[in-house]
Every structure is written in structure tokens, then in C-alpha cells.
T-cell receptor, first 113, second 115 residues
Framework: AQTVTQSQPEMSVQEAETVTLSCTYD???????LFWYKQPPSRQMILVIR??????QNATENRFSVNFQKAAKSFSLKISDSQLGDAAMYFC??????????FGKGITLSVRP | GAGVSQSPSNKVTEKGKDVELRCDPI?????LYWYRQSLGQGLEFLIY????????KSGLPSDRFSAERTGGSVSTLTIQRTQQEDSAVYLC?????????????FGQGTRLTVV
């Protein structure tokens, strides 16, 4: 079985500032992958960033980066230089080699102008 | 197609009626997922297909829910005798194949309202 926990239901950040969204997970598999998805009001889920568990280097995509702590089973998302368009729900997700894609409950991020 | 297509976008139905929700995955994607998202909530896994078979149906909430996939492509989620608690957004996703760190692409969902 695998679980994903996002304990913060919502966060707020000032435009141009940096914010970190937390996620912890649990899985019995040794080969797995972690994702952050963004869901704006349009409902369209968009992949923000992905991390292969076997890679030690943290993934980075422009203003988005992760802090992957494998031993602690932690996978946080850092958004730098926050923009108004970053306001959305963000979901942390996990998939193993032979299992389904499991999501956390999500966090609502608001960006203050 | 260019993306995952779901139809209808919105569906209002009377309690007790049956509904069918359709998902057209991206061509060539063998893995297909159905999720349910209640208002302001996370994604609740319903069922997952690899090709035409469903190795994991553990998320279907009751025997009123069923799903099938034909030709390794289109999938239909059927809810029989709908109840008000079935009201939610039903999201479909597909990926190139299961067991890889490949992106799951989502449709825009079907918003089901049971009145």
C-alpha cells in the first residue's frame, strides 16, 4: 500500500516571494516516482515537476524545485518568485513500478498581490 | 487526439437514474485512471486500467459503480441508480504505460450533479 500526506490545507504567499509546500509519503516499493500537480479553477491537472526516487539530485523546473529527502520520505515543493498565476490547488502524488498513482488531499495556494 | 477528452463536461441527473461518463485517452496510452474529486477535496482513486484489464478496482465505492475499457482506448464509467453523494467531478487520466515515471495526462473532468 502507498499513502501520500499533505497536512497543510492552505497557504498564502506574497507575490515575488518564495513558498514551500510540504508532502510526506509512504511506500513499500523500492522503485517509485513522485510528482507535484497543479489544479487551477479550470480543473485541468497540470504536471509541475517529477522526481525519480533513485535520483539523488533534486528536480528543478524553472521557478519550481523540490527538496526530496528519501530517508525521511519527504517531498516538498518550493516555488520561487511567486506569481499570481501560481494560485491553484497543488497535489503531491506517488506511483510505484506496479501500482496506481496515489494523490494527497491537496493544498490551496493563494498569492497576494 | 491531442489530449485526454472527457464527455460530457457537465451532467445533471435525477436521483435514481443511471449515467455514463466517457474518457478518450491519448492515443497509444495503455494506462488509464479514473478519479473522483468531491468539492474542494483531493482525488479519490476509483479504478485503473492497463490495456483493457483492470488490475485494481479497489476504489470503486459500491457495486453501483462499474467501468470498462474497449480496444485499449475509450473507457466508460457507469454509475447506476445515482445518489446525491455521487455528485462530484470525475477525472480521467492516461499515461503511456504503467510502471514508469511518465506523466499522467488528465482530462478536464465531468462534473456530475445528482438532484
Amino acid at each position: 500500500a502507498q499513502t501520500v500526506t499533505q497536512s497543510q490545507p492552505e497557504m498564502s504567499v506574497q507575490e515575488a516571494e518564495t513558498v514551500t509546500l510540504s508532502c510526506t509519503y509512504d511506500t513499500s516499493e523500492s522503485d517509485y516516482y513522485l510528482f507535484w500537480y497543479k489544479q487551477p479553477p479550470s480543473r485541468q491537472m497540470i504536471l509541475v515537476i517529477r522526481q525519480e526516487a533513485y535520483k539523488q539530485q533534486n528536480a528543478t523546473e524553472n521557478r519550481f524545485s523540490v527538496n526530496f529527502q528519501k530517508a525521511a520520505k519527504s517531498f516538498s515543493l518550493k516555488i520561487s518568485d511567486s506569481q499570481l498565476g501560481d494560485a491553484a490547488m497543488y497535489f503531491c502524488a506517488l506511483t510505484g513500478a506496479n501500482s496506481k498513482l496515489t494523490f494527497g488531499k491537496g493544498i490551496t495556494l493563494s498569492v497576494r498581490p | 487526439g491531442a489530449g485526454v477528452s472527457q464527455s460530457p463536461s457537465n451532467k445533471v441527473t435525477e436521483k435514481g437514474k443511471d449515467v455514463e461518463l466517457r474518457c478518450d485517452p491519448i492515443s497509444g496510452h495503455t494506462a488509464l485512471y479514473w478519479y473522483r474529486q468531491s468539492l474542494g477535496q483531493g482525488l479519490e482513486f476509483l479504478i485503473y486500467f492497463q490495456g483493457n484489464s483492470a488490475p485494481d478496482k479497489s476504489g470503486l465505492p459500491s457495486d453501483r459503480f462499474s467501468a470498462e475499457r474497449t480496444g485499449g482506448s475509450v473507457s466508460t464509467l457507469t454509475i447506476q441508480r445515482t445518489q446525491q453523494e455521487d455528485s462530484a467531478v470525475y477525472l480521467c487520466a492516461s499515461s503511456q504505460f504503467q510502471g514508469a515515471a511518465l506523466e499522467a495526462f488528465f482530462g478536464q473532468g465531468t462534473r456530475l450533479t445528482v438532484v
